[in-house]
């Protein structure tokens, strides 16, 4: 595995004379050094989100733990970016669909550069430019607004679609909460990217088994989620939600099928990491008292449950 993005956009070149099998078995193999880097990124983003609900007196604690890892494996080892630029044309884009877990995401464009880390000091303050929800207009590195469920497939299909009449080479990324797939948009955007063979869109499910109210299976079951996907004509693939190792081994694995969308589906625990918020509905959204905030830092630093 290369360093650094810009190396690793040699090292594909390098394996293109591989086969398939050859360039499975070299791809997502995660050294120590990067495998730890990265479940270190993920720690970052569950501490970030603890600090900045103290902030706001409330955040979306849960549904940001389940995709901690997802979020660290983007952005620190698989997003083709350059903060220095954020409209540069041929970055990968990202759209975080489920817009509620922008507190994690916000700590990771600071650390990455898009902006001044002390800039999150102002978090939900009125005038500041960082919501509970994101915003394409006010926060550098945010590629599209959300936190109205169900939209962001849908732009992902634009912008792949743009991508291609374009011919410009950037892959599209869209994350969504497991919940969110009972939006009808959803299966409207899986349709046409499966007939638009769609390649350079990878939508990532985060499947923390709850929505807002209770298990989605209860709600209004989403299962079987890889058959429904299969069926629009997507390139499937399931994995461990908090294992870096196979997240980064589904992205790249999911650039050997071509003219295909490709979905990873996430297996995640919602409130990953901290014993009281795990699969409890509760904490969708909440806020710890004082006291209870340094056990649960203290709990995250020792590890949770992990
Ligand atoms: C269109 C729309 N309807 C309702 C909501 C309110 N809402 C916010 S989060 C949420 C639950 C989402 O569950 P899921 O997609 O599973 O996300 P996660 O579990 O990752 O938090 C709901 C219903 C919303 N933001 N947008
Ligand atoms: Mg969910």
Redesign the pocket.
Same mark, same amino acid.
């Given at each position: 595995m290369c360093a650094n993005r810009q190396e690793r956009g040699t090292c594909l070149l390098r394996e293109i004379g591989l086969n398939n099998q050859e360039r499975k078995d070299r791809m997502g193999k995660l050294d120590v050094g990067e495998r730890t880097r990265l479940d270190e990124r993920a720690l970052f983003v569950r501490l970030e989100t603890l600090r900045l609900t103290r902030i706001a007196g409330a955040g979306?604690y849960?549904?940001?733990f389940? &995709?901690a890892e997802l979020l660290a494996a983007l952005y620190y080892h698989e997003l083709k970016l350059d903060p220095a630029r954020p409209e540069w044309p041929e970055r990968d884009r990202f759209v975080l669909s #489920?817009?509620? &877990?922008a507190i994690g995401l916000y700590p990771i464009l600071a650390d990455l550069g898009y902006f001044d880390p002390a800039q999150l000091e102002t978090y939900t303050r009125l005038g500041s430019a960082f919501g509970d929800?994101p915003d394409m207009r006010k926060v550098r590195g945010i590629d599209f607004s959300s936190?109205?469920?169900?939209?962001g497939l849908s732009v992902g299909v634009g912008m792949a679609l743009g991508g291609r009449v374009q011919s410009l080479d950037f892959r599209v990324y869209v994350m +969504?909460? /497991? &919940? =969110?797939?009972? =939006?009808g948009q959803i299966w409207e955007a899986a349709m046409s990217a499966g007939h638009f063979k769609l390649d350079s869109l990878v939508c990532i499910v /985060?499947r923390?088994?709850?929505?807002? /109210?209770g298990r989605?299976e209860d709600v209004m079951a989403v299962e079987p989620i890889g058959d429904r996907f299969a069926s629009f004509g997507w390139d499937v693939h399931r994995i461990d939600g908090h294992s870096v190792d196979q997240i980064v081994n589904a992205l790249d694995t999911a650039k050997l099928a071509s003219r295909q969308p490709h979905v990873i589906i996430a297996d995640?625990v #919602?409130g990953k990491g901290v014993k009281r918020m795990e699969l409890d509905v509760n904490w969708? +959204?909440g806020n710890l008292s004082p006291e209870d905030y340094e056990e649960v830092y203290q709990e995250l630093l020792a590890g949770g449950s992990r």
């Open positions: 979306h849960s549904g940001t389940s &995709a #489920k817009g509620h &877990a929800h936190g109205s469920l169900g939209h +969504v909460g /497991d &919940a =969110e797939l009972n =939006e /985060d923390n088994q709850l929505g807002i /109210d989605t995640t #919602k969708h +959204v």
